[in-house]
């Protein structure tokens, strides 16, 4: 993913746009895992022979540096991932459901960071790389909930967004590590709680860790990895904004949760009385959301 990005139409994309990947993970990054972090996160890579133009808009660092006619002719080579954005901005979530038609109108609809998040999304989604049960359904109620209640937690809704759609990454990188020990992980600790304690009881890390050190990594913005960072740093609103999310959709669909008061997880910013309404517009617009991700 260092060289020249070359796409249809002959767009080029110089180097110095280009990110460039760490050779190896840094300790620091993910001091107590007990497998290969760097063979991990590398699994990424390894895919985008797979998916070359979906790598290549990871790649890429500076959202002002690639222009929305330049980027829409960069996607328009990969005609599934061009589907799914078309999809997402003509989804209820941004109110123009059938008047967009052109993709680069769909790119300035949804924005950089939004394609670039869906990118990375489907370098998970190859023929060699399985997801989670239920990956889809998380991933879609978590994104909506961060959304939803960023304004809230001082945050861009776009940005959050992102953030909860790239959440569940580092699920996925454990379960295409280990399908079937993280499968019997998933199935026994239904609440995000319990299994990410489980999650570092086996690998020495909980998922969300192993999503931010990939995030730093592929060079996503500070202020979309901080939420992943600080999830569980009881006095960080960032990391709240997450914990506030993962608890809105585990009331959504996870049958039996036992809800945490609201206002204990986003430092008081949220109260029962406002997620009533972000529990509602994040059911409303799941399946949507879904269907436009999925392709």
Sequence with gaps: MTAPLVASDDVVLD?????EPEDGVDDVLLPGATFDAHAVLASIDTMAAQR??????????????????DLSRLLAADAALTGRVLKLANSAYYGLRGRVSSLQFAVTVVGFATVRSMATVALTSTDQMTLPAEHWTTSTHLALACST???RMGHRAADALCM?????LGAALLHHHDPQGYGELTAAHRSAVDRREAEVERYGVHAVELTAAAMRQWGFPSTMVAPLDQLHDPTSVDGGLLRG????TERLVVKGHRPVPIHRLTCDRVREV?????????????????RALEG
Excluded: C, N, S, Y
């Design 15 to 19: 180097d110095d746009e280009v990110a």
């Design 274 to 290: 406002d997620v009533v309404p972000v529990l509602t517009q994040v059911r409303t617009e799941a399946a949507d959301l879904r």
């Design 245 to 248: 999310a993962f608890e809105v």
């Design 52 to 69: 070359p133009v979906a790598a290549q808009i990871v790649a890429l660092t500076h959202a002002d540096d690639a222009g929305a006619k």
């Design 164 to 168: 909860g759609l790239l959440a569940q």
């Design 149 to 151: 209640l960023a304004p």
